[in-house]
């Protein structure tokens, strides 16, 4: 009996993997089939073999379901005469007691009288049948579908102008073919002509016939690279990956004459991502009263397509002063809409973030395009959420005395120098207008924090437009000079009781301390440091200084060892945490009134302009020339000034605005000397490539009579 559970066993095993094999065939032979026709027999024969291996790895993965365990659930289920003693059928005499050998003797006569019913379980067959008539459906479809008609061999015309000459040879016949990148999902195209635009990567296919057939044949660029045809038969075949926008010509071995005209290539950039923000309308919003969510909407536009996922990167900043946190997190948003204009949304729980009172929360969306191998990325422009705190209160005890420093003035430096060194990173990715003209906006910010810091120092009036004049009183503009209060004495404050009484009530206390008190004797009218924070502060000043003289300049790079000195003298700054208020104002040392007005210069340094710096015209002096040369009616003498112009625009391809056109129109020249239409069009292109002079300073108009004679009275004046 232990022999016939056995083959009991394995008969079940038999039956649920050719079970499994029946119902899971019919899909790898439609793929067979489907490849079969429609891509290489290879190709289906690979996939036929891994299909196969993964159906008898899947039918031994379900005969591994039934082992002896469930041999006896299942008999002890369904046969209730055994008294659940079917495990005794398996076990060996010798292992038992007496008293289990008895029982395993009355279970083997039970089942000798009545056999076991048939473990087996039925096989699925509606749905075997089901998925074999699809299989059999899907091979049939791909047998009788149409086969694909063969491309087209067909050749264009030539439209080369050459001259038919015996045993020359000649372009008869081409095609072009442009094969765009997958990732585009443009479709290949044949062009009649040998010019094209297409995207950048595009891999192009040359297809030429000559007559007679040359003993070898190039494509010949632009920058002296060359790109050798193969012949197959009667043509000539090449392919190139455009990278970039060139120019080409077909030279054949054995062709005379004139050399054929340039072919232009346009490589049509991939243009990076652009992402919009359409909600929140603003970039630094505020928690509202009860606000526990906060809604982004962002669109993000590409030429060929942008990918279905971005990334939200979050950042909460916690704290106040110097002393920030910031916990970085990010997200995962997947967007809707069509591929070149896709919608990205979130919904942010503030709660969860953990974002507390007094807390910023800046979130900025990163997208990638589709270009292969690398793709493109695009962020965002930074979303900032604040939630406002509540404003400190004054300290006790010394009231009117001592004040809370204001932390708003001290965490902006590090966002200075975070700016500074993200524009350094980008500086190869840049134009460089673009690249100054962003350090010049980062100066900006530099000298306002600058004047920020420098109120506490007395330089409150720094940058500040000025009234304009009235005609109220007398008015000395050496009174407003642009000091501050701080540095100069009371009579240059701007407090005349003389001009300012006629606005006061007459016998009115409150009017007449206002008219003639100075504010500066009030605790709450001006401040001052102790002198050791004074001096830090001063310090941070003049870092701060060299880091805007740098940025405006356009060189971040030298301006972030002066930031980063800023920031630390202001850290030493942040460990005075209280400014103490004066009670008086400043005594400044009195101005010595018999050296003003006097023309006295000594101890005064000169302040002579030094000479102007001229600039070599050799850099620039091709275009120039060529440009002088082609307005006589014959061409420049034996094409040196084209082959001078040719090597500076070689060397200053970047500068021009379309280099290719400037080559082309040189070539044509060169063709042809005497073309005057060819002579026309290169003048005009090389009047918009010229670089432009320097500004100087202009000359003086010559004088008239009346300035000559003044000038000759000045020379007859005797000195001094």
């Not at 010019?195 to 990567?201: I, L």
Request: aromatic share 6%; hydrophobic share 45%.
């Amino acid at each position: 009996m232990m022999l016939s559970a056995c083959d009991r066993l394995a008969q079940v095993r038999r039956h649920a993997a050719l079970g499994r094999l029946l119902s899971g065939a019919p899909v790898p032979v439609a793929l067979t089939g489907l490849l079969w026709r429609f891509a290489s027999p290879a190709v289906a024969v690979a996939v036929a073999l891994a299909g196969t291996a993964v159906l008898a790895a899947l039918a031994w993965r379900r005969t591994r379901a039934f082992d002896t365990a469930w041999l006896v659930r299942q008999l002890d289920t369904r046969r209730k005469d055994l008294d659940d003693s079917s495990d005794l059928l398996l076990a060996p005499p010798a292992s038992l007691t007496p008293l289990q050998q008895l029982q395993q003797a009355r279970v083997r006569e039970r089942l000798r009288t009545r056999p076991a019913p048939d473990l087996r379980a039925p096989w699925p067959w509606p749905r075997i049948v089901a998925m074999w008539l699809v299989a059999a459906l899907v091979v049939a479809a791909a047998a009788l579908w149409p086969a694909r008609a063969p491309q087209s061999r067909t050749l264009a015309p030539a439209d080369e102008e050459a001259p038919v000459a015996p045993g020359v040879p000649r372009l008869v016949a081409q095609r072009l073919h442009v094969a765009p990148p997958a990732y585009t999902g443009r479709p290949p195209r044949d062009e009649a002509g040998l010019d094209a635009k297409a995207p950048a990567g595009s891999r192009l296919g040359w297809t030429l016939r000559f007559d007679p057939q040359p003993a070898a044949a190039d494509l010949v660029f632009h920058d002296g690279r060359r790109l050798a045809l193969v012949r197959q038969g009667d043509t000539w075949h090449a392919t190139h990956v455009l990278a970039k926008s060139t120019l080409y010509r077909v030279v054949a071995a054995g062709a005379g004459g004139p050399p054929p005209k340039l072919r232009r290539l346009d490589a049509i950039p991939d243009r990076a991502p652009e992402v919009k923000v359409l909600a929140p309308d603003r970039g630094l919003s505020l928690v509202a009263v009860g606000q526990s969510r906060w809604s982004l909407a962002f669109e993000a536009r590409d030429d060929y397509g942008v990918a279905s996922s971005a990334t939200l990167k979050l950042t909460l900043a916690q704290g106040s002063g110097e002393n920030i946190a910031f916990k970085d997190q990010a997200m995962t948003l997947h967007g809707t809409g069509p591929a070149t204009a896709r919608r990205f949304t979130a919904s942010l729980d503030l709660a969860a973030l953990g974002m507390a009172v007094g807390d910023d929360l800046i979130a900025q969306l990163t997208v990638h395009d589709m270009r292969s191998p690398a793709s493109q990325r695009a962020q965002s422009p930074g979303l900032i959420l604040r939630w406002p705190a509540d404003l400190g209160q004054e300290s006790t005890g010394l009231e009117g005395l001592v004040k809370k420093v204001m932390p708003a003035y001290f965490r902006s430096q590090r966002q200075i120098i975070i700016d500074a060194e993200a524009l350094q990173k980008q500086r190869r990715g840049l134009a460089a207008d673009t690249f100054v003209t962003r350090a010049d906006a980062i100066g900006v910010d530099q000298r306002i924090l600058r004047l920020r810091y420098g109120q506490f120092l007395g330089e409150e009036a720094e940058g500040e437009p000025q009234p304009p004049p009235t005609s109220d009183a007398d008015h000395d503009p050496a009174e407003d000079d642009g000091h501050d209060h701080a540095s100069t004495g009371a009579a240059q404050d701007g407090h005349d009781p003389a001009t300012s009484a006629t606005g006061a009530s007459f016998g009115r206390e409150a009017d007449v301390l206002e008219t003639y008190g100075h504010t500066h004797d009030h605790a709450e009218a001006a401040t001052l440091l102790d002198p050791q924070t004074r001096a830090t502060l001063k310090k941070a000043l003049d870092q701060m200084w060299q880091s805007e003289l740098h940025l405006r300049q356009g060189h971040p790079d030298q301006a972030l060892p002066f930031a980063y000195k800023a920031l630390e003298y202001i850290k030493q700054v942040q460990q005075a945490t209280r400014i103490y208020l004066a009670r008086v104002g400043p005594e400044l040392p009195p101005i010595d009134e018999t050296r003003r007005m006097g023309g006295d210069r000594t101890g005064i340094a000169a302040r002579a302009l030094g000479p102007l710096e001229r600039v070599p015209d050799d850099a620039d002096a091709a275009p120039a020339r060529a440009w002088r040369a082609l307005a006589n009616d014959r061409a420049p003498a034996d094409g040196a000034d084209l082959d001078a112009l040719q090597a500076w625009l070689r060397a200053n391809e970047a500068r021009v605005p379309d280099a290719l056109d400037l080559f082309a129109a040189i070539d044509e020249v060169r063709g042809d000397p005497a073309c005057a239409p060819c002579r026309a069009r290169l003048r005009a292109l090389l009047w918009s490539a010229s670089p432009q002079p320097p500004a100087r300073v202009p000359r003086r108009p010559a004088p008239d009579d009346a300035g000559r004679r003044y000038l000759d009275a000045l020379q007859q004046e005797p000195a001094r």
